[in-house]
């Protein structure tokens, strides 16, 4: 058995953990990207519109570990180029709105700008999950400008409302907390929080409507423009979620499928 010896091998050691630091860096200045052209929206939208549609934004670098769990999990190389092509979701931007149609709108707004490439849609809105998980998940793509090139970075957005995140994140510590393997009586529980939480979106849209008349950009955006196609440009008006969801689903036709 040949031994390398240990200054090699801390020297080895150390040219792995920078490239794997750089190989990140790449994402987080992706997420960057993404965060600054959702903050430039939801200025825009405040003081145009005098209309916020975003409750909140966070954004997360997947860690080293899960990375390598996913790795691990879904049998892919381990080399970069893998890893790279394979996973999707290093880094990610959630993007937490008021009511449903802001859902639809904010991911139209800013999959329209022309440096934005849409890789997949999962939209967990239009099919929930069996647990009532919902969601609007898009990769996304944005170019990087690097001193040694132009790159592009897999971004995944996750679009929701304050309810759906509320769901959300209280079923991830709950799941979290039994280890994934949760009581019967307690998924039943879930899954009929979700269709609550689902009512509670409906009913608190509607009453906005009743108060406020229709959303800002359903008033200021131009009528849609007959047939399928979706134009660059503004996208088309948007008078309910349902319309909204046609045209991801219409998206998603032309993106590769999930798994
Ligand atoms: P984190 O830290 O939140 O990112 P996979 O990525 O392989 O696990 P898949 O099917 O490729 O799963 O991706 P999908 O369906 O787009 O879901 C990935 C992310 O969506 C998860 O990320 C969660 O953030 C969220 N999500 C999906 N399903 C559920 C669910 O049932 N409950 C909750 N609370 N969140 C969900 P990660 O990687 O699990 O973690």
Redesign the pocket.
């Known amino acids: 058995m040949t031994t390398i010896p240990v200054d090699d091998e801390i020297a080895l050691a150390r040219e792995l953990r920078d490239e794997f630091q750089r190989f990140l860096r790449e994402y987080e200045f992706g997420m960057r990207e993404i965060e600054t052209k959702i903050s430039i929206l939801r200025d825009e939208f405040t003081h145009n519109h005098a209309y916020n549609p975003i409750e909140h934004v966070s954004s997360?670098l997947?860690s080293p570990d899960?990375i390598v769990e996913?790795v691990a999990?879904?049998g892919i190389d381990s080399d970069f180029a893998s890893i790279r092509q394979e996973?999707?979701?290093i880094a990610?931007v959630?993007v937490t709105c008021s009511f449903v149609a802001d859902v639809y709108r904010l991911f139209d707004l800013l999959t329209a700008q022309d440096d934005v490439t849409v890789r997949l849609v999962?939209d967990?809105i239009a099919n929930p999950?069996p647990?009532?998980?919902k969601?609007l998940?898009a990769i996304l793509e944005v170019p990087v400008y690097l001193s040694t090139g132009t790159i592009q970075v897999p971004v995944?957005v996750?679009f929701r409302t304050i309810a759906m995140d509320f769901?959300?994140?209280?079923?991830?510590k709950i799941?979290y907390k039994f280890a994934t393997q949760v009581p019967e009586h307690l998924v039943q529980k879930l899954t009929d929080a979700a269709e609550a939480a689902s009512e509670l979106d409906a009913r608190m849209e509607q009453l906005h409507r009743e108060a406020h008349g229709v959303l800002p950009f359903e008033r200021s955006a131009p009528p849609p423009l007959p047939g399928s196609v979706r134009p660059r440009g503004p996208p088309p008006r948007l008078t309910a979620p349902r319309m909204s969801s046609a045209w991801t689903r219409r998206t998603r036709e032309r993106m590769p499928r999930?798994?």
């Open positions: 997360r997947k899960s996913k999990r879904r996973i999707t979701d990610g959630r999962k967990y999950k647990n009532g998980y969601s998940h995944e996750q769901w959300a994140s209280l079923e991830h799941y999930h798994r």
